[in-house]
């Protein structure tokens, strides 16, 4: 049979709502049409993509992988039948909390300057890939291993780590801290899209409690507010400094990868230039 928007629709309102009544509620169907919908789809691909075992619905192995394929399949669509896509192809560059750091400024000024007609749209973005495997934006700016099939990326530099604490802390009146200094505190912990993990710390010596978060916004808030201390790269100074907070280099921790990541396959055409004027960026900064 012929797959439609309106499979990929189903598919993905169910894996929202976790519930196929709420699903069919949500997209003005009836339950059994829309149950219909689903056996469909799981006939074409021959695969089942929901556990229904349970009452509250859980996405097989199978669903998670095609939930990322039918978001971007989806968004690429829509994208596509956007009228004002017509007039010009806007290239949306994702990023999870500070894009290229220092360079960000200079490389929306250089794109500007050098393709006038393809607006180049940052978009941040709180998802470990910034959107990216949804179809949300075209490409991404990334920080640490990046996991997510069918994504190319591109090397752009190495970032140092810092120690985030609060103006008030007494590691701010160390002029470099270490990861067993940070042992005896409450560690900050942006789930989503950080590159801090416990794994950070040698296993015998890690920290004795950590707050999760969800973004950075609650990621510094709560060092902030003195609740914890946090680990991130040197772009976060620049991109959000805060009166209440003092950022110290870590000088016994590895550094992390920032890359440039976009889909396998057909893509935006100006992404290849898009990573060239990264690297003539980077390479020019003092």
Same mark, same amino acid.
């Given at each position: 049979?012929t797959?439609e928007?309106?499979?990929l629709?189903?598919?993905?309102?169910?894996?929202? *709502?976790?519930?196929?009544t709420?699903?069919?509620t949500r =997209?003005?169907v009836?339950?059994?049409?829309?149950?219909?919908? =689903?056996?469909q789809l799981?006939?074409? =691909?021959?695969?089942r993509?929901v556990?229904r075992s349970?009452?509250h619905?859980e996405?097989t192995a199978?669903?998670?992988t095609?939930? *990322?394929?039918a978001a971007a399949?989806?968004?690429?669509?829509e994208t596509?039948?956007?009228?004002?896509?017509?007039?010009?192809?806007?290239?949306?560059l994702?990023?999870t909390w500070?894009?290229?750091?220092?360079?960000?400024?200079? =490389?929306l000024?250089?794109w500007? *300057? +050098?393709h006038?007609?393809?607006?180049?749209e940052?978009?941040?973005?709180?998802?470990?890939a910034?959107?990216?495997?949804?179809g949300?934006?075209?490409?991404?700016?990334l920080?640490g291993a990046?996991t997510?099939a069918g994504?190319?990326t591109e090397?752009?530099?190495?970032e140092e780590?810092m120690?985030?604490?609060?103006?008030?802390s007494?590691l701010?009146?160390?002029?470099?801290?270490?990861?067993?200094?940070?042992?005896?505190?409450p560690i900050a912990?942006n789930?989503?899209?950080g590159?801090?993990?416990?794994?950070?710390?040698?296993?015998?010596?890690?920290?004795?409690?950590?707050i999760?978060v969800?973004?950075t916004?609650e990621w510094?808030m709560?060092?902030?507010?003195?609740?914890a201390?946090g680990?991130? +790269?040197?772009?976060?100074?620049s991109?959000h400094?805060h009166p209440?907070?003092?950022?110290?280099?870590?000088?016994?921790?590895p +550094?992390?990868p920032?890359?440039l990541?976009w889909r396998?396959?057909?893509?935006?055409p100006?992404?290849?230039?898009l990573?060239?004027?990264?690297?003539?960026v980077i390479a020019?900064?003092?």
């Amino acid at each position: 049979m012929t797959i439609e928007l309106r499979h990929l629709r189903a598919f993905l309102a169910i894996a929202e *709502e976790g519930n196929v009544t709420r699903a069919a509620t949500r =997209l003005h169907v009836g339950q059994p049409a829309l149950s219909r919908t =689903l056996r469909q789809l799981e006939s074409h =691909l021959g695969a089942r993509l929901v556990d229904r075992s349970t009452h509250h619905l859980e996405l097989t192995a199978e669903g998670r992988t095609f939930r *990322e394929k039918a978001a971007a399949a989806l968004a690429a669509v829509e994208t596509a039948l956007d009228p004002d896509g017509l007039r010009s192809w806007p290239l949306r560059l994702g990023h999870t909390w500070a894009a290229l750091g220092d360079h960000t400024i200079p =490389l929306l000024r250089r794109w500007d *300057e +050098t393709h006038p007609g393809t607006p180049l749209e940052l978009l941040r973005i709180d998802d470990r890939a910034a959107g990216l495997t949804q179809g949300k934006v075209d490409a991404a700016l990334l920080r640490g291993a990046v996991t997510s099939a069918g994504l190319r990326t591109e090397l752009l530099l190495m970032e140092e780590r810092m120690v985030v604490v609060p103006t008030d802390s007494p590691l701010a009146a160390l002029p470099r801290v270490t990861l067993a200094d940070l042992a005896a505190y409450p560690i900050a912990l942006n789930t989503v899209s950080g590159t801090t993990t416990p794994a950070l710390w040698p296993p015998t010596a890690r920290p004795t409690s950590t707050i999760e978060v969800t973004n950075t916004d609650e990621w510094l808030m709560a060092i902030a507010a003195g609740r914890a201390v946090g680990v991130t +790269t040197s772009a976060t100074a620049s991109n959000h400094a805060h009166p209440s907070l003092v950022y110290r280099p870590l000088a016994d921790a590895p +550094t992390v990868p920032v890359v440039l990541a976009w889909r396998d396959g057909l893509g935006h055409p100006a992404i290849a230039d898009l990573v060239a004027l990264a690297h003539e960026v980077i390479a020019k900064a003092p």
